[in-house]
Nanobody, 123 residues
Framework: VQLQASGGGLVQAGGSLRLSCAASGRTFSSYTMGWFRQVLGKEREFVSAITWSGGSTSYSDSVKGRFTISRDNAKNTVYLQMNSLKPEDTAVYYC?????????????????WGQGTQVTVSS
């Protein structure tokens, strides 16, 4: 499967962005999808994940209550709505897919990765 992330940009603190990740492949609906972020020089960090049905979601403590993950299997797309953005949310955001029905927090548990989209939050 191929993943294409989009929706990043520059926003002021307190603002919002919605990231999208479009996937190719007819089996998208069977994948668990995740969002990660990475700052240059640091490890890739888990942000959120959602199971194939959308029935189970997971968030890192740093984004819980501010970010919402969702998916539209008919459009082969997963979204990350980011509200109340903070400067520390600045990073390259990546979407990822894994062929398991269970969410995972480690990057090495994901099988496919998108190219990343830059999110910059100014103070």
């Amino acid at each position: 499967v191929q993943l294409q992330a989009s929706g990043g940009g520059l926003v002021q603190a307190g603002g919002s962005l919605r990231l999208s990740c479009a996937a190719s492949g007819r089996t998208f609906s069977s994948y668990t999808m995740g969002w990660f972020r990475q700052v240059l020089g640091k490890e890739r960090e888990f942000v959120s994940a959602i199971t194939w049905s959308g029935g189970s979601t997971s968030y890192s403590d740093s984004v819980k209550g501010r970010f919402t993950i969702s998916r539209d299997n008919a459009k082969n797309t997963v979204y990350l709505q980011m509200n109340s953005l903070k400067p520390e949310d600045t990073a390259v955001y990546y979407c990822a897919a894994r062929t398991s029905t269970v969410v995972a927090w480690r990057p090495d548990r994901y099988d496919y990765w998108g190219q990343g989209t830059q999110v910059t939050v100014s103070s």
